[in-house]
């Protein structure tokens, strides 16, 4: 069984910046893509960021410019960097891989 763990979230104020990471039990080539979601509470979850085995890349509207996903092939580590960190960014944020394999969730709180 895969296991992913992501780790990095807490509370920053409007504009400031956190690095999330989602560490994989197995090498991150076994999976097609990876992806990160979050989902704020009384609401649905949402795809933020994707990343391909080839490196392409996608991003939901509301975090083009802001947001980088990223990859560590050698640490079977994908990275969200989260810069100019907005209020309705926060949520728990959520690393999914293999089709059906979650991580945990980590809270990304943004508040003044």
């Known amino acids: 069984q895969v296991r992913l763990v992501e780790s990095g979230g807490g509370l920053v104020h409007p504009g400031g910046s956190l690095r999330l990471s989602c560490t994989a039990s197995?090498?991150?080539?076994?999976?097609?893509?990876i992806e990160w979601y979050r989902q704020a509470p009384g609401k649905q979850r949402e795809l933020v960021a994707t990343?391909?085995?080839?490196?392409?890349?996608y991003y939901v509207d509301s975090v083009k410019g802001r947001f980088t996903i990223s990859r560590d092939n050698a640490e079977n580590t994908v990275y969200l960097q989260m810069n100019n960190l907005k209020p309705e960014d926060t949520a728990v944020y959520y690393c999914?891989?293999?089709?059906?394999?979650w991580g945990q969730g980590t809270q990304v709180t943004v508040s003044s």
């Open positions: 990343i391909t085995n080839l490196g392409g890349t």
């Open positions: 999914k891989g293999w089709g059906t394999i």
């Open positions: 197995v090498s991150i080539f076994s999976t097609n893509a």
